[in-house]
């Protein structure tokens, strides 16, 4: 990095509303403390109210641009669930019916009675990806995972624990949508979501003359230094590390499954920032995405269903979204309860949970959500960070911030009465 980290580790680009003044000094003030760069958007009743960019896209100390994307992990996992909720809006997927009745294949090893709802709610049993393929990298060969999800068993009777498909669930959903329309992943992202809203960065499988706009990642090693670009050697590092704490706590969560569902082996040679990886799809886990594009996109889920006039999803199939659905006592994989709605979690914010917001957050930093209850929504992006395979304090703190202003904040005249 540059000798002049410190000082540069302040640029701040963007526009902010002035009734949302605190999202961007907490803006700033993580963008003081943290090496990389990031980018937040957030809009209120249909109107984006916050639009910030800062830090480096780069080690070498390139500046984040209004254009830069960044690999956002999880967070791409409700991208991959909103595009199912589409198809099940125009009645071509029913959640409650078995996969098998898209995906024939599917329905064998014991997973005949799978149903679409048990995946969505990471119940089905199916997170195991360690046990499914030899290597990371054929997560790279769409054909080859699919195979291996048909030939495997459940890892436990489908809805008796909550287990958190962390590889998994992009690629079961991702063939139950390629089935029932005849496309391709990538090209539903662009054709449902990106085109009708008008989005300047929503990818998972980028075509290459995007590639250039994706920030490179990187993590701290230490004072002055930082780690190579592979996430996936910090990811399985610090899986292993929460294991540990997790098994001295006597925690009883199917602790084994940490590493079934989130390193299958060879991850710590994986990288997700790597041209080879975002040309490909990879539903759970390799979106390249602006914060401008989530927050859209969640605002549409906010507005029940449209956006700038465009309408994705009816009122209906919109409401059902927010609605926490019944979960086993049982857990595997995350050691908490994330209140699963169809595809997407809870939202959490330095006060807890937050009653009526869901989205999906990702490891890294990243994050996105809709509370329809505050007609709001968030979207970030990051290039560097830690954390948990959901977001870290850092999304925690600007969450928070954009709802506390929010709720403070008068209505636009034009809704206003």
């Not at 009745?101 to 090893?109: K, L, R």
């Not at 195979?147 to 495997?152: K, P, S, V």
């Given at each position: 990095?540059?000798?002049?980290?410190?000082?540069?580790?302040?640029?701040?680009?963007?526009?902010?509303?002035?009734?949302?003044?605190?999202?961007?000094?907490?803006?700033?003030?993580?963008?003081?403390?943290?090496?990389?760069?990031?980018?937040?958007?957030?809009?209120?009743?249909?109107?984006?109210?916050?639009?910030?960019?800062?830090?480096?896209?780069?080690?070498?100390?390139?500046?984040?641009?209004?254009?830069?994307?960044?690999?956002?992990?999880?967070?791409?996992?409700?991208?991959?669930?909103?595009?199912?909720?589409?198809?099940?809006?125009?009645?071509?997927?029913?959640?409650?019916?078995?996969?098998?009745?898209?995906?024939?294949?599917?329905?064998?090893?014991?997973?005949?009675?799978?149903?679409?709802?048990?995946?969505?709610?990471?119940?089905?049993?199916?997170?195991?990806?360690?046990?499914?393929?030899?290597?990371?990298?054929?997560?790279?060969?769409?054909?080859?995972?699919?195979?291996?999800?048909?030939?495997?068993?459940?890892?436990?009777?489908?809805?008796?624990?909550?287990?958190?498909?962390?590889?998994?669930?992009?690629?079961?959903?991702?063939?139950?949508?390629?089935?029932?329309?005849?496309?391709?992943?990538?090209?539903?992202?662009?054709?449902?979501?990106?085109?009708?809203?008008g989005l300047d960065g929503l990818y998972v499988g980028a075509p290459e003359s995007e590639l250039h706009r994706a920030a490179s990642l990187f993590k701290p090693r230490g004072p002055g230094k930082y780690a190579r670009r592979l996430a996936g050697h910090y990811l399985e590092f610090s899986l292993f590390g929460a294991n540990t704490i997790l098994k001295v706590a006597g925690i009883d969560s199917q602790l084994s499954s940490f590493h079934d569902a989130l390193a299958p082996k060879g991850m710590r040679n994986f990288d997700f920032g790597a041209a080879e990886t975002l040309r490909v799809s990879i539903p759970a886990g390799n979106g390249l995405f602006t914060a401008r594009s989530l927050s859209a996109m969640y605002a549409m889920l906010a507005e029940s269903g449209t956006l700038n006039g465009v309408r994705v999803l009816s009122d209906d199939t919109a409401q059902q979204l927010s609605v926490i659905q019944p979960a086993p006592e049982k857990l595997a994989v995350m050691p908490i309860n994330m209140r699963w709605r169809l595809g997407y979690h809870g939202v959490y914010s330095n006060r807890g949970f937050q009653a009526s917001a869901f989205g999906h957050f990702g490891w890294g930093g990243s994050g996105a959500w809709a509370d329809p209850t505050q007609n709001l929504s968030f979207g970030m992006i990051t290039n560097s960070g830690g954390g948990t395979p959901f977001g870290d304090s850092r999304i925690s703190r600007l969450s928070e911030a954009a709802r506390s202003a929010a709720r403070l904040r008068e209505p636009p005249a034009r809704l206003a009465g």
């Open positions: 990095m540059p000798d002049n980290v410190n000082s540069r580790r302040t640029y701040i680009d963007g526009y902010c509303h002035e009734d949302f003044q605190d999202v961007d000094s907490e803006f700033l003030r993580q963008l003081k403390l943290t090496p990389g760069g990031a980018a937040i958007c957030v809009y209120h009743h249909g109107e984006r109210v916050v639009d910030l960019w800062g830090g480096y896209r780069d080690e070498s100390g390139s500046l984040w641009l209004k254009d830069t994307m960044a690999p956002s992990f999880s967070t791409t996992k409700g991208v991959c669930s909103t595009l199912l909720h589409i198809f099940a809006d125009r009645g071509q997927v029913d959640y409650d019916e078995p996969v098998a009745s898209y995906w024939p294949e599917f329905g064998q090893a014991g997973k005949e009675n799978i149903t679409v709802r048990q995946v969505m709610t990471h119940q089905s049993g199916m997170y195991h990806i360690r046990q499914m393929i030899d290597s990371a990298s054929r997560m790279l060969d769409w054909q080859h995972i699919i195979r291996a999800i048909e030939q495997a068993s459940p890892v436990h009777e489908p809805g008796t624990r909550a287990g958190y498909h962390g590889l998994t669930y992009g690629f079961i959903i991702g063939e139950i949508l390629q089935r029932v329309s005849g496309q391709l992943f990538a090209e539903l992202v662009q054709q449902e979501l990106a085109q009708p809203l």
